[in-house]
């Protein structure tokens, strides 16, 4: 009996519809990515372990995917090692290789790699699948698009408001609106860990205070505890959990808990810089709003950090998020070269404009134009037509076999074709066709040396 083919969990197959719907959404970001000044760029599916390991904290070292080397990986390593069974020291010997876990450090790789050719500062953006061994859920996947815009080589703060408005652009042409972008400051968490005692344990608490939204307050103190942070210092830290008014207003009450920590209050300055001169230049239907808990987890972030949520009343996870890292390529050897950038995230995007009905309805016909076959001989004749009207920039097609004219028709219906061309023995004969609207019943006979001006007819009703 043969086998019941499958896939792997947290993986999926994408239909025709949902692939013009995915393309929707990449090109509506690739085209503001290039209003704003970015280049592409594409690189590996995988890298060298070396490269990816370490450069996520714990949490995300543990989620990448590793490659087994090829051949008999298992024979070159020593007794001592194999029989531990401890993962890491065995991993390093049978797995060079990894797939990328985002497109991030890959591209802090690119950049040291190809420092030379680079001319600074340099906006790239990047549109390419990642892959975390993670468990599957609503929006989470294990194999799934980023898409990346990054500058590297300019520290000012327009960088960061550049962003914003970049994300606002995207959203209101995805006909997103009420999208909320919240930001925050890794120097603001750094100085917080600094005044409440725990700056050894930064790491920890910021991969802790990144769950708030997951798992509650309660559970992230608990969690805090378990990694070593003291009752004293979470309780100092209350107020990050409690922070509520306006920006200005927040940010005020940060300069005063921050007061003795000089990284704090240069974070604070930072934001405030940000939110001010995106408040002087204005958003068209985005959001931008201070969340002091914010954290993402991730380890190479030291400066402004990004998250964007769906409009209010959509169950979805962050749909976008980035953040400033001034250090990222000093890890492979280009030291000073500061950057910062932001991701969209194109499932969950899909998701969200698929649950809010927010896809044109254009998206759902994938063919313009069926010319029905009658025969040899006509279908030569409808071949050329056909070919004629591709030429013309119209999506058409030649149904393949005479079969019968409803069945044809049935197959039009079924693919949402707009138009049918009918060219049988009888227009043949008189020099012309007949194009039949699907959607309204009307019929048309056009010459056939008119094909130009009908398809031209065709494009305007488009």
Same mark, same amino acid.
């Given at each position: 009996m043969a086998q019941?083919?499958?896939?792997?969990?947290?993986?999926?197959?994408?239909?025709?519809?949902?692939?013009?719907?995915?393309?929707?959404?990449?090109? &509506?970001?690739?085209?503001?990515?290039?209003?704003?000044?970015?280049?592409?760029?594409? &690189?590996?599916?995988?890298?060298?372990?070396? &490269?990816?390991?370490?450069?996520?904290?714990?949490?995300?070292?543990?989620?990448?995917?590793?490659?087994?080397?090829?051949?008999?990986?298992?024979?070159?390593?020593?007794?001592?090692?194999?029989?531990?069974?401890?993962?890491?020291?065995?991993?390093?010997?049978?797995?060079?290789?990894? @797939? $990328?876990?985002?497109? &991030?450090?890959?591209?802090? $790789?690119?950049?040291?790699?190809?420092?030379?050719?680079?001319?600074?500062?340099? /906006? !790239?953006y990047q549109i390419q699948p990642v892959w975390r061994a993670d468990r599957p859920q609503k929006? !989470?996947?294990?194999?799934?698009?980023?898409?990346?815009? %990054?500058v590297v080589g300019a520290n000012s703060l327009l960088q960061e408001v550049e962003f914003v408005q970049l994300y606002d652009a995207v959203f209101t042409d995805l006909g997103l609106k009420g999208t909320t972008i919240?930001?925050?400051?890794?120097?603001? @968490?750094?100085?917080?860990a600094e005044v409440i005692g725990a700056k050894h344990l930064l790491i920890d608490f910021t991969v802790a205070l990144d769950k708030l939204d997951k798992i509650g307050e309660e559970k992230v103190k608990a969690e805090m505890l378990e990694k070593g942070i003291s009752e004293t210092a979470i309780a100092k830290a209350q107020p990050l959990f409690s922070m509520s008014g306006s920006a200005a207003q927040q940010l005020e009450e940060l300069k005063n808990l921050l007061s003795d920590s000089e990284i704090g209050q240069q974070g604070v300055a930072d934001l405030e810089e940000i939110i001010n001169t995106v408040e002087a230049v204005g958003l068209q239907t985005a959001t931008l709003q201070l969340d002091v808990t914010l954290a993402r987890g991730l380890n190479y972030y030291t400066g402004a950090i990004f998250e964007v949520s769906a409009p209010e009343g959509v169950s979805m996870g962050s749909i976008g998020?980035?953040?400033?890292?001034?250090?990222?390529?000093?890890?492979?050897?280009? /030291?000073?070269?500061?950057?910062?950038?932001?991701?969209?995230?194109?499932?969950?995007?899909? @998701?969200? @404009?698929?649950?809010?009905?927010?896809?044109?309805?254009?998206? %759902?016909?994938?063919?313009?134009?069926?010319?029905?076959?009658?025969?040899?001989?006509?279908g030569l004749a409808s071949l050329k037509l056909v070919s004629s009207l591709r030429k013309s920039g119209l999506r058409a097609d030649l149904y393949p076999t005479d079969a019968k004219v409803q069945k044809q028709f049935k197959y039009a219906d079924k693919r949402g074709v707009p138009y049918v061309i009918l060219l049988g023995e009888?227009?043949?004969?008189?020099?012309?066709?007949?194009? /039949?609207?699907?959607?309204?019943?009307?019929? /048309?006979a056009y010459k056939l040396d008119e094909a130009k001006q009908f398809a031209e007819t065709v494009k305007a009703a488009f």
């Open positions: 019941k083919p499958s896939i792997p969990k947290g993986t999926r197959d994408f239909s025709p519809a949902e692939v013009a719907k995915r393309n929707y959404i990449i090109q &509506t970001i690739k085209t503001h990515f290039e209003t704003y000044g970015f280049q592409p760029i594409e &690189t590996p599916s995988f890298e060298n372990s070396e &490269t990816l390991m370490g450069k996520y904290g714990d949490e995300g070292d543990r989620l990448i995917f590793k490659i087994l080397n090829s051949g008999d990986f298992i024979s070159k390593v020593d007794d001592v090692t194999y029989s531990s069974k401890n993962s890491a020291s065995l991993t390093p010997k049978i797995s060079e290789k990894a @797939l $990328r876990y985002d497109l &991030t450090v890959p591209f802090a $790789r690119y950049v040291v790699m190809h420092q030379n050719e680079i001319d600074f500062p340099f /906006k !790239r929006g !989470r996947f294990r194999e799934f698009y980023q898409c990346d815009a %990054d919240k930001i925050n400051n890794r120097k603001i @968490l750094s100085g917080i998020g980035g953040g400033r890292y001034d250090d990222l390529t000093g890890i492979f050897g280009l /030291k000073d070269v500061s950057g910062v950038g932001i991701s969209f995230g194109l499932d969950r995007i899909y @998701l969200v @404009l698929e649950e809010l009905n927010l896809f044109p309805d254009s998206l %759902d016909t994938s063919l313009d134009i069926l010319c029905l076959n009658f025969g040899k001989g006509e009888q227009e043949l004969t008189q020099g012309n066709f007949v194009v /039949k609207n699907m959607k309204t019943g009307d019929q /048309k």
